[in-house]
């Protein structure tokens, strides 16, 4: 086992050199000079040669990767350019509500998916399965962003049951209020995954109900409810942490648009916020922060599985 | 691939998704050669008026004609979806074959990809779109760019599926060429998966298109745009409720239809593979 997770990151090295590579280049890639759109065209040249300098945008490109790449192992990435502080601070304040919202939407696009996987494999073939299929269909084609606007007035206006706009940090307001002002983002993003952890639930299952085994386990006597629920539903395991996994990128990416319907100050907010600004060093940090935390998910979700399946274990040994 | 296709009836699903596909599509091309209103234009007097036999869907905060902007949206979505498509899925497929085919390009080829993949498709796109600016060109390039990674990866894995045959192994040993062989043997063979995910890519573009607009980061105003239009009516969604219900249907309507020819195309083609989902 430990070999196998040993294996497994020297295995995303190269992936996280890659993606150190792509935010860099990503944002020099840009037309026109990043420091006029800044400052505007107005701007006293001395004070666009000024900051250019404190940017270290004068130097040659490969100069600036050095930087850069000094900048990441010190892990400290110098100041905003808009909100003038520094990036990892920035950054880390935004973590909080981000992953918060991913927990929930995750939870129940779990408990709503799942279950729809479950029962549209059961139902395989009858009229049941279309209507299922179909609904899951219209969760992954709805724009989330028109489904967030309408839920808002909804359950925000009409009924106020949810806040509908805002964050109050756990530290301040502690976890309840939290949790509240997260409660309606976090079902907009929930529902509009369910449908594909149910599509993905179900392929598994219906790939698992072929195998053989169950078949000897029918042909024995044992009762279709028993071979459903234990025999089926325990390697349907192994693809549901896959599916959750998966999913936690998908949410995470979600998550950007939801924040910035609901107003949550979240990493979705932030970048949106760093590109329409224009903010290069924000943009890179995070840029780089989604990708990582996308390869230790990824990671963890295949460790999880090796744990669970010691096929997947002694295959890649 | 002809085979499968005759022992298989067409899908229902290829057929409600198509006709379903026609009716934004003809609404579009109609409403276009009738309307009788400038899209751009404002009216202060008609300004969020309901819809009625004048405005089909209303009018917007400024008084323009919700109808002519949806229709000219829809024009606009499925050009950009297009455009998207096609240049992904010919970029994809070029890597895809070549990094299977030529083994010494894999490595260089697939961490690239890789590298891409790690970067959630739609942050991608949004980043990409914003460092580029509004624009239609530029939303085609940004969205194209997201969408090769995994076009790539669908067309690998089919080749190397297709070059372990027997026919393709017998082609080689005759000495046939490299284009021959990519032409004649593995693009025919491949099709039938990668179209699959073409279609889905099709649906993704238009679905990611709008989120593009509705952020701000995708079609310039005041071009009409489905994602735009839904960000216009945000504030007015308690008095003029249908302002953003139009161009939000529209989205949700064209993307479904692509889904649901997606997933049929996908049990038609591949029965193997049936109920992938």
Not at chain 2, 45 to 55: A, F, G, S
């Amino acid at each position: 086992m430990i070999r196998y997770i040993f294996k497994r990151l020297l295995h995303s090295i190269p992936l996280i050199i890659a993606i150190t590579i792509i935010s860099f280049f990503i944002v020099h890639w840009m037309p026109g000079d990043p420091i006029r759109t800044m400052l505007g065209d107005k701007a006293p040249e001395e004070q666009v040669v000024r900051m250019r300098e404190e940017l270290n945008l004068d130097k040659p490109l490969y100069e600036q990767f050095q930087i850069w790449l000094k900048e990441l192992v010190r892990m400290d990435f110098g100041e905003s350019i808009m909100w003038k502080e520094s990036v990892v601070q920035i950054v880390k304040s935004r973590i909080e509500p981000t992953f918060l919202l991913a927990l929930i939407g995750i939870i129940i696009s779990v408990l709503l998916g799942v279950p729809l996987g479950i029962v549209s494999a059961r139902v395989h073939g009858k009229i049941m399965e279309k209507i299922l299929s179909v609904l899951s269909l219209l969760s992954i084609s709805l724009p989330a962003f028109w489904i967030a606007i309408i839920m808002i007035q909804i359950f925000g206006v009409k009924f106020q049951v949810f806040p509908v706009a805002g964050y109050h940090t756990i530290e301040n307001f502690g976890i309840l209020i939290a949790l509240k002002d997260l409660m309606l983002p976090g079902l907009v993003l929930g529902i509009m995954h369910s449908g594909q952890i149910g599509r993905m639930t179900k392929a598994s299952m219906l790939e698992i109900m072929k195998q053989d085994y169950l078949k000897t386990a029918r042909a024995s006597g044992i009762s279709e409810h028993i071979v459903l629920n234990y025999y089926a539903l325990k390697p349907a395991l192994t693809s549901v942490v896959v599916v959750i996994g998966f999913s936690f990128a998908a949410l995470l990416a979600g998550a950007v648009v939801i924040e910035q319907i609901f107003n949550i100050p979240g990493i979705g907010n932030l970048t949106i916020t760093a590109i329409l600004n224009r903010d290069y060093p924000v943009i890179q940090v995070v840029l780089l922060f989604i990708a990582i935390i996308f390869i230790i998910v990824n990671i963890i979700t295949d460790i999880v599985c090796a744990f669970i399946n010691p096929k997947v274990r002694y295959e890649n040994e | 691939m002809s085979k499968i296709m005759k022992k298989n009836n067409l899908n229902s699903y290829i057929i409600i998704g198509i006709i379903l596909l026609t009716i934004p599509i003809i609404v579009s091309i109609v409403g276009s050669l009738m309307s009788i209103h400038n899209p751009l234009e404002t009216d202060a007097l008609n300004k969020l008026q309901e819809p009625c036999v004048k405005y089909l869907m209303g009018t917007d905060d400024v008084g323009r004609d919700i109808f002519t902007r949806v229709t000219i949206g829809i024009r606009v979505s499925l050009l950009i979806g297009l455009s998207v498509t096609l240049i992904g899925t010919a970029l994809g497929m070029c890597i895809g074959i070549i990094s299977a085919y030529y083994k010494k390009t894999e490595k260089i080829l697939m961490r690239i990809v890789d590298g891409i993949m790690a970067f959630p498709t739609i942050i991608l796109a949004i980043v990409l779109a914003g460092i580029l600016g509004a624009g239609t060109k530029n939303i085609i390039v940004a969205l194209s760019i997201s969408y090769i990674p995994t076009l790539a990866r669908v067309t690998r894995n089919a080749t190397l599926e297709v070059l372990s045959k027997e026919y393709v192994e017998s082609a080689i040993v005759l000495g046939k060429s490299d284009i021959y062989i990519i032409f004649n043997y593995i693009v025919p063979n491949i099709l039938s998966q990668v179209i699959v995910q073409i279609t889905y890519t099709f649906a993704m573009a238009i679905l990611h298109e709008s989120i593009l607009s509705f952020l701000g980061v995708g079609i310039k105003v005041p071009t009409p745009s489905l994602g735009g239009m839904v960000n216009d009516g945000r504030n007015y969604i308690s008095i003029a409720p249908w302002v953003i219900t139009f161009p939000g249907l529209t989205i949700s309507w064209i993307v479904l239809a692509l889904n649901m020819v997606g997933d049929g195309l996908s049990e038609w083609l591949n029965p193997r593979r049936k109920n992938r989902g």
